[in-house]
């Protein structure tokens, strides 16, 4: 299993980002895909999770009406669009899978996925 973040960057206040992951090594549909961001010294924060299969969405309240996550089954990619960025979203995001055929599980629970991306920065500038 592969996952490979990108689109992070450098941007303003009130700016967005479109984050993309890209899966490889898997069958997509039996996995669910997780959005997590870190800050140094500080425990990863789930803030997002798809089921490509069903097509279920999941945020965290501190990215809710935010952020919108995707998937593009034909290309094993999920996205996350990002708007209204602020500093408080600076961080490092990754992206990580576990399988899933509509079994039960904690989405924005970090220790619920197996698999992880390397990561991706992203910096909210004031």
């Known amino acids: 299993v592969q996952l490979v973040e990108s689109g992070g960057g450098l941007v303003q206040v009130g700016g967005s980002l479109k984050l993309a992951c890209v899966g490889s090594?898997?069958?997509?549909?039996?996995?669910?895909i997780g959005w997590f961001r870190q800050v140094a010294g500080e425990e990863p924060e789930g803030i997002s999770s798809i089921s490509p299969s069903d097509g279920g969405r999941y945020y965290s309240d501190s990215v809710k009406g935010r952020f919108t996550v995707s998937s593009d089954n034909a290309k094993n990619t999920v996205y996350l669009q990002m708007t209204n960025l602020k500093p408080e979203d600076t961080a490092v995001y990754s992206c990580a899978a576990r399988y899933y055929r509509g079994n039960y599980y904690n989405r924005l629970r970090p220790s619920e996925y197996d698999s992880w991306g390397q990561g991706t920065q992203v910096t909210v500038s004031s």
């Open positions: 090594g898997f069958t997509f549909d039996d996995h669910a």
